[in-house]
Structures are given as C-alpha cells and as structure tokens.
Antibody, heavy 119, light 109 residues
Framework: EVQLVESGGGLVQPGGSLRLSCAAS????????MSWVRQVPGTGLEWLAY????????YYVDSVKGRFTISRDNAKNSLFLEMNSLRAEDTAVYYC????????????WGQGTLVTVSS | EIVLTQSPATLSLSPGERATLSCRAS??????LAWYQQKPGQAPRLLIY???NRATGIPARFSGSGSGTDFTLTISSLEPEDFAVYYC???????????FGQGTKLEIK
C-alpha cells in the first residue's frame, strides 16, 4: 500500500524557517517524481514544487521561488521542503504527492501537515 | 500560465441524481487533464486522468470527457459519499508547472 506521511509542520514566526519531511513507503520511491502541494484552509489547491526521480531537475511556482527548496533522499525514501522567509500567506496544509509515470498528475497524496505563520 | 475555471462553484443535488461539473482551460491542454475529489479533512484523491480514464479503484459512475479547452466530470447517480469538493488540474508542457481549478463544491440538496 502506498503511504506518504508528512511531518515537520507547526507554528513559526514571520520571517522564520521550517523544514517539512515526507516519508514514503509501499512503492519504489526512487522511480517516482514527487511534488509538494499546499492548501490554505477553506480554499483551493496550489502546486509548489516538483523534483525529478534523481533530483536533477526541480521546478517551482513563482510565489515560492527563492524561498522554498525541494529535495529528496532516495536512500531514505524521503522528500523534503525547506521553507525560508515565511510569510503569513504561507499558512496552509502542505501535502506531498507522488506523480504518475508521465509527471502529469498526482496519483497519491499524504495526509498533510499544517504550517501556521504567525507572531 | 494556463488558467482553469470550474463551474458552477456550488452544485446542490440529491442522492440518485446526475451531476455534471465543468472545467474550462484558458488555452488548449489537449486531453491532459485530471479530476480530484476532496472530502473534509482529507487529502485529494485522483479520480480521472487524461480527461477520461478512471484511476484505480474509482467506481464506474464517475466519468470524464472533453478535450482542448472544455472538460466535464459526470457522476451518473450520486451516492451519499460523493458529496465533496472536486478539482480539475493540468500540467503545462515547459517548464513543468501545475495548476488547479478553484473547485466545485457538490452539496446535498
């Protein structure tokens, strides 16, 4: 069974940093591209970042470029999102998601971790 | 950037009725469009990919159609568990970026 378990969320002050993790199991992690998607409570979904299977390519939505960094450790079946210079508008539930073979869609999702940016 | 516009924002129907949800793209996405279902407190779940293919384990009452800029998700006969929010999603070719529609809330009438 595919499982994605996010962790690392919590309360952080504006301007602060946080590192999210996603532990993957039930599939060959190193063969899958991965993404982070977030959702402000009560609103829609926003894709944030994508990382290729070997980590050689990374892409970001404009709103987080230069502030967020996606990375992975295939030996540990883990995905990460380093978030810096956090703003109130970054408050959201953050999901990690596994992509399909063609990197077009999100086949599996974690349960999400809540990040709250507030003083 | 391709914008996806979903309509209606809210759809009120009764169990057993047919639901038709729309997603319009600001430019052609050929047939590279997906639909997701999200229930309160849960992560989204992939329902339909490539506009018309059901994902693994998705009941046959869910179907997708369309190509180019206009897409439809149809639920043939609503079950109580189908009341949720539905999102469409596409990927731009290059660079690979992903956008979602704003969602349609399917609520019990």
């Amino acid at each position: 069974e595919v499982q994605l378990v996010e962790s690392g969320g919590g309360l952080v002050q504006p301007g602060g940093s946080l590192r999210l993790s996603c532990a993957a199991s039930g599939f060959t992690f190193s063969s899958c591209w991965m993404s982070w998607v977030r959702q402000v409570p009560g609103t829609g979904l926003e894709w944030l970042a994508y990382i290729k299977q070997d980590g050689s390519e990374k892409y970001y939505v404009d709103s987080v470029k230069g502030r967020f960094t996606i990375s992975r450790d295939n030996a540990k079946n883990s995905l990460f999102l380093e978030m810096n210079s956090l703003r109130a508008e970054d408050t959201a539930v953050y999901y990690c998601a596994r992509g399909d073979y063609w990197a077009r869609y999100f086949e599996s999702w974690g349960q999400g971790t809540l990040v709250t940016v507030s003083s | 950037e391709i914008v996806l516009t979903q309509s209606p924002a809210t759809l009120s129907l009764s169990p057993g009725e047919r639901a038709t949800l729309s997603c319009r793209a600001s430019q052609s996405v050929t047939n590279y469009l997906a639909w997701y279902q999200q229930k309160p407190g849960q992560a989204p779940r992939l329902l339909i990919y490539d506009a018309s293919n059901r994902a693994t384990g998705i009941p046959a009452r869910f179907s997708g159609s369309g190509s180019g800029t206009d897409f439809t998700l149809t639920i043939s006969s609503l079950e109580p568990e189908d009341f949720a929010v539905y999102y469409c999603q596409q990927r731009s070719n290059w660079p690979p970026t992903y956008t979602f529609g704003q969602g349609t809330k399917l609520e019990i009438k």
